[in-house]
């Protein structure tokens, strides 16, 4: 008797563990459409972000989680552990291009969803506090149209979901200076934010070695950067570095500059100087169907 009412109890704890026993429901997100209808839900965003600081201060009733880097993001939502986390389109795009379980919210800045301005939702390049570089650098983006911005991001989700494969087209954004006696912009991202920027194991479709490693780096960010090198006539070197280390890295001199999709808030430029935004984009979030 005793063996059956233990083999009884074994099973009903493991019952417990697949059902509901210690966990949570699922939050629907399907039936999202604005910030308003996330009460009760679990979503989260990376550290040190407009992205957290937004979900914080703008939505009631919801659990906010925040994780260093979106790989931990993207882990945790596969998991079960949050409901959903917010990222700009372009990078939802990607993430859904290669995990079709996935989908998003499709807010809209200021009106379903997150209010911000431009210089919260767009993306800048930073230098060191009283730089020469900015001035040069926006003279360099006034010259690339929308038309040409929106078909690189297109072609960094592309290539984004085969790093290997070459694209069938030419890129939308390529310098014709070949000149490199300006000497060595070194530029810093995370290499790990698709497609704003990723690793990679080849050069395939004009990616970058990253110093120091065996990988190389490729993404709309990385495009931009080499534009921008190539019409200053000098030659581009990439550095990964982790996100909270950026602003202090360019602020020693370790590195030129950012591009890492990093947007030029208030508080960031404090810190650094920004050029004017080279991508703006909605904030959206992205949640498991």
């Known amino acids: 008797m005793k063996r ?39 979503i989260a965003a990376q550290t040190g972000t407009f992205h957290l600081d937004a979900l914080t201060a703008q ?14 993001l993207l882990t945790a939502l596969n998991s079960g552990a949050i409901d959903g986390y917010v990222a700009e389109e372009p990078t939802a795009y990607a993430v859904i291009a290669q995990n079709p379980g996935l989908s998003y919210v499709a ?14 939702t767009g993306i800048a390049v930073a230098f060191k506090t009283g730089s020469a570089y900015v001035a040069t650098v926006n003279e360099i983006l006034a010259g690339i149209s929308t038309e040409t911005r929106e078909k690189l991001m297109q072609q960094a989700v592309t290539m984004n979901a085969n790093p290997d ?6 890129l939308a954004l390529v310098s014709s200076n070949t000149n490199t006696s300006n000497g060595t912009l070194k530029i810093a991202m995370e290499c790990a934010y698709a497609p704003f920027n990723w690793s990679q194991t080849t050069d395939a479709n004009g990616a970058v070695k990253i110093q120091g490693s065996d990988l190389y780096a ?31 890295g360019v602020q020693a001199g370790t590195y030129d500059g950012i591009i890492a999709g990093m947007s030029p808030t208030e508080e960031r430029e404090a810190e650094v100087d920004f050029t004017d935004c080279y991508y703006n984009s909605n904030l959206v979030i992205i949640y498991k169907k």
């Not at 509901?20 to 308003?36: H, I, P």
């Not at 919801?62 to 880097?69: A, C, L, N, R, S």
């Not at 200053?232 to 602003?247: D, F, N, R, T």
Request: hydrophobic share 45%; with cysteine.
């Open 59 to 72: 939505t009631e009733g919801v659990d906010v989680k925040e994780y260093p880097d979106f790989t931990q």
């Open 165 to 170: 494969e070459a694209l069938t087209e030419a």
């Open 218 to 248: 490729n993404g709309y960010d990385v495009q931009i950067a080499k534009y921008i090198a190539a019409e200053m006539g000098m030659s581009l070197e990439i550095y990964s570095a982790k996100w909270e280390a950026l602003i202090t």
């Open 107 to 120: 807010l809209k800045n200021n009106d379903t969803g997150f209010t911000a301005t431009d210089a919260d």
């Open 4 to 42: 059956i009412f233990a083999l009884i109890l074994a099973v009903a704890l493991m019952l417990c563990t697949f059902t509901s026993c210690g966990g949570r429901d699922q939050f629907d997100m399907s039936e999202v459409n604005s910030l308003s209808d996330l009460d009760g839900a679990v």
